[in-house]
């Protein structure tokens, strides 16, 4: 089996490169940071491919597809993962951020998925399949969320995306599985900040997280038996259904977590951080 990983050098892509080495499988595993991915290979035992490719780019995630093909001649599972967040009130948020976002988030996923498909329906199937797309959205993409408007927003994109192209690519033989991972323990909230240049507040109501481990570990039972949505937090799918349900209650909870922000940056913007 041949996977591709985006964002294969942390968090929930490399967990899953891991669980998915363990199992036999041949990986290619995508980032820009080449050297960390060239590591997590030697590690592995060195027989994936690494490509240190750019999704925001067109050409990086051509690079990463025909790469695959070239080096392991098909591609089962393209796992489209790579993201960041942005932690900015939709109103302060610049284009130049807004654009920087969908490029990577939005169209780092379909512009992967658009490669890929034309080799992906040209393979013979396998258990009645002749590959699967894996887009790793977010619980977000449910409902967005006060100072991450803007990347709950590239997730309901990719979740759209998902939604449509699980019934195009059917007669294809190709099956779609959107994730919606929540509070995840990954550098996604450092690299958040780092790209805000701002703190988010101690973890608050949700704040217990899972690991990326069995957030990879749910993923691999979805490619061995491919199902539309994946929610890997327990409980995570009912909330977010409540929450479009009874916007109003979701709104009043969504507020506690706009306080705390708001409370945070005026702190530590009083001790001049
Ligand atoms: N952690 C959570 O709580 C959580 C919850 C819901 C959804 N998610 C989603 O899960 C996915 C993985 O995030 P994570 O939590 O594992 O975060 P992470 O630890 O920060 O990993 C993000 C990965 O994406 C890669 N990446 C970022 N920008 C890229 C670009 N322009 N081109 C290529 N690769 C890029 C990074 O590698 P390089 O820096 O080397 O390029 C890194 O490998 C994201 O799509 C995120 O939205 C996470």
New binding site residues.
Partial sequence: MVVII??????????LAIELHARGAKLVL????LG??DQLNATLGGAHLAVG????QSS?CDRVVQQSIDHFGRIDTLVC?????LLRSVAETTTQEMDQIF???VF?TTECIRFAVPHLSKQDPQAGYRGQIMI?????ARRGLPYFGA?AA??AAQLSFAEALRVELKPMQIAVTS?????????????SEQISARRLPPPGMLAK?QS?ESVAAAMVRAMETPKPELWPKRGSHWLLHFAAMFPRIADRFMDRERRAIEISLRRRRAEGK
């Avoid at 790793?136 to 977000?140: G, Q």
């Fill in positions: 985006t964002g294969a050098s942390a968090g929930i892509g490399r967990a995508s980032a820009r940071r960390v991915l490719a750019d999704v925001s990086g993962n790579a993201g960041y967040g490029r990577t988030n780092g790793v959205s977010s619980a977000a990347y590239t997730k994730i919606h991972p929540m509070q995840t323990e990954t550098d996604f909230f450092t690299v997280r990326a």
